[in-house]
């Protein structure tokens, strides 16, 4: 078979040689299973009982960070989206746009990359597209991803919360948004952060298979800690309560927010997730959450009231509080 070029060429999306011998020496070699290989127009797939369904764009600046890259990203993405629903991610499709001129190296990498994090769920990518624009019509490489799944537990919703759920959060907030932040403005600090990019079905699937009865369940992406909890208040029509000692925050993301002016509980998280559950149950979920690398530091942060119905109250250090809003504006464009 002939060599691929070093760079992705418009052929490369011309339906002919070029395009061929692309997809199979990059994509088909790393995502191979049976239903992609059969090679037709669309995967044919067998479903028994509810099924979650996802999709979503990734076009995140820069493509490689601390922790991940824009292939990581897409799949603990599209596969975490489906996890918070009960849902075990079982078929992913992928579409890639990609620039003339890109290089063929990096795209392998990412592709290996999706193939990495695909194993730590057992989804699998069934069908795909590929399309290459001239150069200047995009930013290198733009991902597509849509995700189904067999759900397992239902009734996880965001308007499922009740008075005195507990309130999880799984680790440290605001890596990702703080990762992608240091990487764009290229910050040399004696640093070792990096982003909280990962693959949540592990963790989710360890709780249901110990009965815990999940009201709602969110990974904390774009808005963070402060766009889900706002979230759920106005779609359960009750209020929550944390406590900002207990929010688990990384003295680096502390030391950015500081310099910037952030708020942490607003940066984008990629491997965070947060929990709604029964607090009777709540220290059996928090061991079950503990017991994963990622999710060491996880923590119980606060409670569903009814007092204050759609406001979300953050108590400080120092016994006062305040609300905490949604976030307004674009806060770090395109982190994922």
Avoid at 149 to 168: E, R
Avoid at 196 to 211: R, S
Avoid at 292 to 314: C, Q, Y
Wanted: charged share 20%; proline share 4%.
């Amino acid at each position: 078979m002939a060599k691929l070029s070093k760079t992705v060429q418009l052929s490369h999306g011309g339906g002919g040689k070029e395009m061929n011998l692309l997809i199979k020496k990059i994509f088909f070699k790393a995502f191979d299973n049976p239903i992609l290989q059969s090679e037709e127009d669309a995967a044919a797939l067998h479903f028994n009982g509810p099924t979650a369904f996802t999709t979503d764009s990734f076009t995140v600046a820069p493509l490689f960070f601390a922790g991940g890259d824009i292939g990581k990203l897409a799949v603990a993405g599209t596969v975490n989206d489906l996890a918070m629903m009960g849902a075990q991610p079982e078929y992913l499709s992928c579409s890639f746009i990609i620039e003339e001129g890109f290089p063929v190296d990096d795209l392998t990498t990412i592709v290996n990359s999706m193939a990495s994090e695909l194993e730590k769920s057992g989804a699998k990518v069934v069908c795909g597209d590929t399309k290459v624009v001239p150069k200047g019509c995009a930013d290198g490489l733009f991902i597509n991803t849509s995700g189904v799944g067999h759900i397992k537990t239902q009734g996880i919703s965001v308007k499922s919360l009740a008075k005195d759920d507990a309130i999880i959060v799984s680790r440290d907030v605001g890596r990702h948004g703080a990762a992608i932040l240091m990487a764009r403005e290229g910050l040399t600090l004696e640093s070792d952060l990096t982003s909280d990019c990962a693959t949540l079905w592990p963790a989710m699937d360890a709780l249901m298979q110990a009965g815990i009865p999940i009201h709602a369940a969110r990974d904390a992406t774009r808005g963070g800690l402060s766009a889900v909890l706002n979230e759920w208040v106005q779609a359960s029509n009750v209020g929550i309560s944390v406590h900002e000692k207990h929010i688990p925050v990384c003295d680096e993301v502390k030391g950015l927010c500081e310099l910037y002016g952030f708020e942490p509980y607003d940066l984008a998280n990629e491997g965070t997730f947060i929990l709604a559950v029964p607090k009777d149950v709540a220290e059996k979920a928090l061991e079950i959450i503990q017991q994963f690398d990622f999710s060491a530091n996880a923590a119980i942060v606060g409670d569903v009231d009814e007092e204050r119905r759609g406001k979300v109250v953050l108590v400080t250090p120092w016994g006062s509080s305040r609300y905490l809003d949604v976030p307004q504006g674009e806060l770090l464009p395109r982190i994922c």
